[in-house]
């Protein structure tokens, strides 16, 4: 028996917290404060951008596709952004193992079947309190790695410009 038998189980208060883990849900308006973040670094660079950010079930919650942007560019930064969140990696990582080492035949071209992103330039956004992925940041419209630092720039605005309560919020059991 998988779950084991009633007998087996213990008091219902210890089968309730064992039963759930302590969790956060990235706010709309966290993650309209990561999109501008996002936005702000790429106008830093002149760059023109499209920042998406997804909740922890990949669904997108905002984006904005700056004026010079190409359209593609919301569909291939919110597919970042939820390829970050279900594979629970920055999507430079994925790249990587589908592109692999040259020398060291490491690339996993099986990723490729799984229908998701695999571009450099999205990013998981982490809960410091208890080190869980509560969303991520996909950016697209420039290179590879400038995509990725505007995705970083801005989780990491997320995790320091606000206080937690208004950026993210307990979910109910």
Not at 15 to 44: D, F, H, N, R
């Amino acid at each position: 028996d998988l779950c084991g038998t009633v007998k087996s189980l213990p008091a219902r208060s210890t089968v309730a917290a064992m039963s759930v883990a302590p969790s956060s849900a990235i706010t709309l308006q966290g993650a309209c404060a990561a999109v501008q973040a996002g936005v702000a670094a790429a106008e830093k660079s002149g760059w023109k951008v499209t920042v998406a950010v997804c909740d922890a079930g990949g669904h997108l919650l905002a984006l904005h596709r700056m004026d010079g942007c190409m359209p593609v560019g919301a569909e291939i930064a919110a597919g970042k952004a939820k390829s970050a969140v279900l594979f629970a990696r920055e999507t430079k990582l994925l790249e990587g193992a589908v592109n692999g080492e040259k020398s060291s035949g490491g690339e996993r071209s099986a990723l490729l079947t799984s229908g998701q992103v695999l571009m450099e330039g999205g990013v998981p956004i982490i809960d410091p309190a208890h080190g869980r992925i509560i969303g991520a940041c996909g950016v697209s419209g420039v290179k590879p790695n400038e995509d990725q630092a505007v995705a970083k720039a801005a989780a990491e605005a997320l995790l320091t410009s606000m206080p937690a309560s208004k950026l993210w919020g307990a979910v109910a059991a």
